[in-house]
């Protein structure tokens, strides 16, 4: 099992991109609580060059409050990131796979919950 989700836009920029992710999202009952501009930080921390690559730290309330009810740590796994990466033809977009990541901790209703973060559609 693939622990991300993925999709691939042609010809698309990042920021383009950018402003449909968030709005499938938004669509999605997520919101966008992080975000890390991996390019800028690698160019300052360490003064080397890459492609665009962006995190974007997307949180759906009502599951982060029903996953930290059945298993209190589970925030260390929050917020459920989203990749935003410039490639050879366009941007590919790479989501974590709830229900794989959730396989970390045996706990079917967990599981359950992460089934429902699953279904939205980004694309």
Not at 54 to 83: D, F, T, Y
Request: charged share 25%.
């Amino acid at each position: 099992m693939s622990y991300t989700i993925n999709g691939m836009f042609k010809d698309a920029t990042l920021e383009d991109i950018d402003a449909r992710i968030r709005a499938a999202l938004s669509d999605n009952g997520f919101g966008v609580l992080t975000e890390i501009d991996v390019k800028a930080t690698m160019k300052k921390k360490l003064d080397v060059e890459m492609s665009a690559y962006r995190i974007l730290g997307a949180c759906n309330p009502k599951m982060a409050h029903q996953a930290i009810g059945i298993e209190p740590r589970v925030g260390a796994m929050l917020p459920c990131n989203v990749i935003l990466r410039e490639v050879d033809g366009g941007v590919e977009v790479s989501a974590i796979d709830p229900v794989a990541s959730m396989q970390a901790i045996k706990n079917a209703e967990l599981t359950s919950v992460a089934g429902e973060g699953r279904r939205g559609d980004l694309r």
